[in-house]
Structure formats: C-alpha cells, structure tokens
C-alpha cells in the first residue's frame, strides 16, 4: 500500500506548456503540503493546505497553482513553463500542521525537465 | 521564526568508521525536532524524531540523536556506517503554533567509501 503517491515519476515538456502533478495520500491526514527540490538538493516549501484550506503560500510564482478537491488529494498545476522550473517535486502530508504530528510522509517525487 | 542550520553540506566517511550529522536550530519557542534520510532517486522518509521526553532519541537503522536544548542542537549520530547509509539527510523543525511549516535544514551528503 502505497502511503503517498505521485503522478507522473517524471515528466518532460517543452517551454510554455502547462501541466499538472497529482498527489494522493492513503493515510487518513489532515494536512498536505508541495515541496520543490533543486539539483543541489534544496527542499523549499511552496504550499501546504489543512483540511482543504491553503495555510501556507511561499513566495511562488502565479503560474503554479495548488488545488485540493479533497483531504486526501492535492494537485500542482503549472502554467507558460519555464527552464528554472526544471526540479523534483515532492507531495508530503502530516496528520497535522503543528506540532507533535507534523512528522511528514513524503511522496516519490515527480522529474519535472523542461527543455 | 525558526530556522536550520546543518553544519556540514558534505560529510565523506569510510565504510564502519563513526558518522555525526550536525545541525542546529534556532526558535523562540518549544521545538520538535526531525531527521529525515533520502536515498538515491526516493523520497524522504523519517529517521527519527524528539517530541518530548528523553533527549537521547533512537530511530531506525542504527542512528540516534541527541536533543541538546542549550546548544540549541539536534546531531545525528551512528557509531558504524554502512555502504547503505550513503544518502542525503536533512534537519527539520517545526513547533506547536506555526502551522504548516515546518523548516528543512539545507541537507548533508552522506558518503560511504569501502
């Protein structure tokens, strides 16, 4: 049983397209959050949402744009892609967002290439 | 507002020698305190964490780490690596009121030579 799951593992496409990421967590949580992850390993926040409602929004460009038709679900769409998009993305959710239950469980990650 | 700060970005070590992780933190209020390990190509997942209680936290794979509240520190420690443990670690803390965010440290690149 998959905890976390991501779609797709990667994902290639030429500037200017839009695509999207889906995310799916089995676990019962609260709270879902995106990760971008850069070549030299760096993990930057981007969104998290509690119970469907967006709790934290970092300084992300409008072109990406979170969607949660659920509690179990959080979705990444991205507009007009650009080179510096290029990264893995991780999905992660915790049972809460604070505190002792913030403990994350992360998702494999999606290969965005734009070429 | 809190923040992370893994001393190390590369730590080179050969097969069963010690390993210790540094990282630090700085928080003005009560903390809970995370290592997560990511292997090759994977996500991350938890290696261990402090809540509360005993300062001396065992996680999975042989690795501990000590909560050390007035050096405001959080090292992972592992008395003999494996090839295996070869991966990156991160740092990451959070703490009761700032909901959603937890602070990742900027990894360490853990490398096992034979």
């Known amino acids: 049983d998959t905890a976390v799951s991501q779609t797709p593992k990667y994902l290639v496409t030429q500037m200017g397209n839009d695509k999207s990421i889906k995310c799916e967590q089995n676990l019962g949580h609260d709270t879902m959050y995106w990760y971008k992850q850069d070549s030299k390993k760096f993990l930057k926040i981007m969104f998290s949402?509690?119970?469907?409602?967006?709790?934290i929004n970092e300084t992300v460009p409008n072109r990406f744009s979170p969607k949660s038709p659920d509690k179990a679900h959080l979705n990444l769409h991205i507009n007009s892609l650009e080179l510096g998009d290029s990264a893995v993305y991780f999905c992660?959710?915790?049972?809460?967002?604070?505190?002792?239950?913030?403990?994350?469980?992360f998702g494999p990650g999606t290969r965005l290439t734009v070429l | 507002a809190q923040s992370v700060t893994q001393l190390d970005s590369q730590v080179p070590v050969f097969e069963e020698a010690p390993v210790e992780l540094r990282c630090n933190y700085s928080?003005?209020?009560?903390?809970?305190l995370f290592w997560y390990v990511q292997y090759p190509n994977q996500g991350l997942q938890l290696l261990l964490k402090y809540l509360s209680g005993s300062t001396l936290v065992k996680g999975i794979n042989g690795f501990e780490a000590e909560f050390n509240k007035s050096q405001t520190s959080f090292h992972l420690r592992k008395p003999s690596v494996h090839i295996s443990d070869t991966a990156e670690y991160f740092c990451a803390v959070t703490h009761g009121t700032n909901a959603g965010k937890s602070t990742f440290g900027d990894g360490t690149t853990l490398t096992v030579k034979p």
């Open positions: 992660a959710s915790s049972q809460d967002s604070a505190g002792p239950y913030n403990e994350q469980f």
């Open positions: 949402y509690n119970n469907k409602e967006l709790i």
């Open positions: 928080s003005s209020v009560s903390v809970y």
